[in-house]
């Protein structure tokens, strides 16, 4: 008997199979009580803010963590006190819970796919095990194949992979000065630099001759020498006089340490305590290859190691797919390892070895493959990844680890994939659920909630609009509960389409990229129609972020450079560390076009729009400046003579002094991930308390700043300027989130609205190109439809909006459509086809045609 049955009361044991909540209050809910059942796929859904995930993650999962968080020592318990509980009342029936959210961890920069899902440990395995040893070499272990450890990691670049370099064309950028003239540019300009240059006088250089014209030896030492031989200096001489007085053992004003200029350039860049003097010296350092392991991060010994003809390394670099068809030859039968020669026969115990492992990474490769991730590299750094692969990624380790009995808390698993890919998704949902697991997600795609056993309905708007539980059941019992915005997506009666489907733009004027060539997109020409709406469809990894991050912005600064300005949105920060930005990658191709069209690029990425919690919402949108001027224009403030810096929590005077404005303290869990708590001296509110005590119509900043966007809409319904702010990000279907929302809470595509609201306030001229990835990420199509229709205003206004999206309902009110693929990884980056959604949907050797052709007829039927 199905966990449904018994939730709807068929048994009088239905209270073991289901999770029982009474009186959730967390965030806006509203003393929610519902009955969830256990063993089943449970869909939660409503329009953004509605209070879906202060259901599912704020108030279920966070119960289920508290409650392990019981079982641990009575030390650690005094710690996680401070970390506090979801308000509720209570709730029964509830398993350990596993949560896979969207939000972005900080990792480490050597964090890999391979090391993340674990498959890495077998591929060192088979090497150690399997692997073709050059004569006499010893076996190594399979650490010794890591370039995470001590045993593996090359010895020249400690596994990084490349090391500092200072070439002589950053030391001497013109070698037709003199020393004297600052011909050793790497050199300080200040008394140190005086001193280095007086020391050169004293070991015989002549410095007032042209670099060039010195003898090799001598720049060469110079530049390069590993002495550091303490020099006599002798100030207010000429040169012929400092000469004279070495030779004669004359006594000198003082003794100097010589260091070699590329030796001064790396200690002053490893050492110095001053931000300014590193970076100066990281003016003139590169990074290269390590010249011991080539960029391979591993040491030689581990690098001879060979399997089927490749190095461990060759392996990491192959795209999952293809590694996996690897494993399936070496399982054949009568496979041989190409290192064999002649009659060689491979020993049965290394073949029973090479065939156990190859099965083993071929069980642990295919969830990872099933997720549409096969175009991913062992290698691949975690870093890289988009929010919706991390997760797609993480679900596929927790297949793997076969757990019995959780429940799975997830965000929105379909985030970035596209629709060929979802049956995959679910089928490892439905595989999850059938192994004895209950299966919770936060969801917006349509097909998704369609194959859920049990929906919750959360609603009905967002915000201080929703929190209440619209309906809880069986799908099929939504279709009658006139209170849902969900029902009308799933059932029909009003989808996104409008009344009149709006004729096809077809532009005027084209930009075209000639022969793009980036990651996997090999000399790819393509053309945008201007004045229209563009979407970029193909399966993942085929090319598409690649194509609308960096093709189209970096062609079209180096090709159309003067007539468009500055492309705004995500500039990319350049590292104080060379390591950092090693072997930047380019994108080869040209750019044409109208001469006058395009004078604008609006970038929008999914990045987040800050790295510590003190930027939020209110900050990046400049709102918060209007907010604390109202607040120092009070009488209050003007009586204890506050400013607006006052009500800054960046700054000491207002601010709490134990949190330093953060609102929040780390706390250490010791063996467990370190959480944050609100601090105890001001409950969070990131203030101290003579701050607290002016207010602005009864409110306080804090209070001001836990208003979400639509409550504080009416808050300051008579203050235009304001208005203006909040109403941008209204229109951008983020009334729900507060003003004050951390900017490291916020996921990619709330982070991609919020910039997108902020580009809404200025005037449009119809001059400006958008390029904008998946902007309805993480939207309800309700929230989905308000958007897209302010992106066709911008077109309506003559601007150009290039969007990449997954949602067919979304591609099919675009003008144009360009399909990228066929595949993903090396199977795709090529342009599969170009046109009308119409004519997309017909062509056969599209991948996205019949999702799109079924858009097209739902959009046909209103």
């Known amino acids: ?303 001879a190691v060979r399997f089927e003809g490749a190095d461990i390394t060759e392996i990491s670099r192959m795209p999952l797919d293809d590694v996996a068809r690897l494993m399936e030859h070496v399982l054949l039968p009568e496979w041989r390892s190409t290192e064999q020669s002649g009659d060689e026969s491979l020993p049965p115990e290394k073949r029973l070895a090479a065939q156990r492992l190859a099965s083993e990474l071929l069980g642990r490769l295919s969830p990872i493959i099933d997720l549409g991730l096969g175009y991913l590299t062992l290698d691949r750094t975690t870093s890289t990844l988009s929010s919706g692969e991390l997760q797609r990624m993480r679900l596929a380790t927790q297949v793997l680890s076969r757990l019995f009995g959780v429940v799975f808390v997830l965000d929105e698993p379909s985030a970035g994939l596209h629709p060929a890919d979802t049956e995959a998704l679910l089928r490892i949902l439905r595989n999850l659920r059938d192994s004895g697991n209950t299966v919770f997600y936060v969801e917006h795609s349509l097909d998704v909630i369609r194959e859920a056993d049990w929906i919750v309905d959360i609603g009905p708007g967002a915000g201080a609009s929703g929190g209440t539980v619209v309906y809880s059941g069986r799908i099929d019992g939504l279709r009658d509960v006139k209170e849902s915005v969900t029902r009308r997506y799933l059932f029909g009666g009003s989808n996104s389409a409008p009344d009149q489907p709006r004729e096809r733009r077809v532009g005027d004027g084209r930009l075209t990229l000639h022969n793009v060539t980036r990651n996997n997109l090999s000399d790819v020409t393509v053309a945008f129609p201007l004045g229209a709406f563009t979407a970029i469809t193909g399966v993942s990894g085929s090319g598409k972020s690649t194509l609308i991050n960096h093709g189209i912005p970096d062609l079209l600064r180096a090709d159309l450079a003067s007539v468009t300005g500055e492309a705004e949105g995500d500039l990319e920060t350049t590292s104080e560390d060379p390591l950092d930005s090693a072997s930047p990658v380019t994108t080869a191709g040209r750019a044409s076009g109208p001469a006058d069209r395009v004078r604008r690029i609006v970038h929008v990425t999914q990045k987040p729009i800050g790295r510590t919690p003190r930027s939020n919402v209110a900050t990046y949108t400049g709102v918060f400046d209007r907010i604390r001027s109202r607040l120092a224009a009070t009488p209050e403030a003007r009586r204890r003579h506050y400013g607006a ?86 229109d951008v279907g983020l009334g729900y989130i507060s003003l004050g929302q951390s900017a490291t809470e916020l996921s990619g595509g709330e982070a991609q609205r919020v910039k997108l609201a902020a580009e809404l306030r200025r005037a449009q001229l119809g001059d400006t190109l958008y390029l904008l990835d998946e902007p309805t990420s993480g939207l309800h199509p309700a929230d989905s439809d308000r958007l897209i229709g302010h992106l066709q205003r911008l077109v309506d206004g003559g601007n150009t909006v290039i969007v990449v999206e997954h949602d067919m309902r979304v591609v099919a009110e675009a003008d144009w459509v360009i399909d990228l693929g066929p595949g993903a990884g090396d199977a795709g980056g090529q342009v599969v086809a170009t046109g009308t959604p119409e004519e997309v949907s017909v062509n056969v050797a599209s991948r996205t045609a019949p999702f799109l052709e079924a858009a097209l007829v739902n959009r046909r039927q209103g």
């Not at 000491?652 to 959480?675: A, D």
């Open 1 to 303: 008997m199905r966990a449904m049955d018994l939730i709807d009361g068929h048994t009088a044991e239905g209270r073991l199979d289901r999770v029982s909540v009474r009186g959730a209050r967390e965030h806006n809910l509203r003393a929610v009580d519902v009955d969830i059942p256990r063993n089943a796929l449970v869909a939660f859904t409503g329009v953004s803010g509605s209070g879906k995930s202060s259901l599912a993650f704020g108030t279920i999962y966070a119960e289920a963590q508290r409650r392990f968080f019981e079982s641990v020592a009575p030390y650690a318990r005094r710690l996680i006190d401070q970390v506090g509980a979801p308000d509720i009342d209570s709730i029964e029936g509830l398993p350990p819970a596993v949560a896979l959210p969207q939000r972005r961890t900080g990792g480490s920069a050597r964090s890999t796919v391979g090391s993340a899902t674990t498959v890495a440990n077998v591929v060192r395995m088979l090497y150690s095990r399997v692997g073709t040893y050059p004569l006499d070499a010893p076996m190594l272990f399979a650490e010794d194949f890591s370039a995470n450890t001590v045993q593996g990691a090359c010895p020249e670049c400690h596994g990084i992979g490349r090391i500092y370099d200072v070439p002589e064309q950053l030391m001497v950028p013109d070698d037709s000065v003199s020393i004297r003239n600052r011909a050793i540019a790497a050199w300080p300009t200040a008394w140190h630099g005086k001193q280095l240059q007086d020391s050169l006088i004293s070991l015989g250089y002549d410095i007032d001759v042209p670099w060039r014209d010195l003898p090799s030896d001598q720049r060469n030492w110079a530049l390069y020498t590993q002495e550091s031989p303490q020099v006599p200096v002798f100030t207010d001489r000429s040169p012929s006089e400092v000469r004279k007085a070495v030779a004669s053992g004359a006594e000198p004003r003082y003794m100097s340490k010589f260091l070699g200029v590329k030796r001064y350039v790396l200690e002053t860049f490893a050492n110095s305590k001053s931000a300014r003097m590193r970076q100066k010296a990281a003016e003139f350092m590169i990074s290269v290859a390590c010249p011991v392991c080539g960029g391979k991060r591993l040491k030689p010994d581990a690098l």
């Open 645 to 730: 810096s006052r009500f800054s929590f960046n700054l000491p005077s207002g601010r709490c002094p134990i949190c330093k404005g953060e609102g929040m303290i780390e706390v250490e869990l010791l063996f467990l991930p370190t959480v944050h708590a609100p601090c105890s001296a001001c409950g969070g509110t990131r203030y101290n308390a003579e701050t607290l005590e002016v207010r602005l119509e009864g409110k306080t900043v804090a209070e001001i700043l836990a208003m979400s966007v639509s409550t504080a809409r009416e808050f300051f319904d008579k203050d235009s300027d304001i208005v203006q702010h909040l109403d941008a990000l209204l």
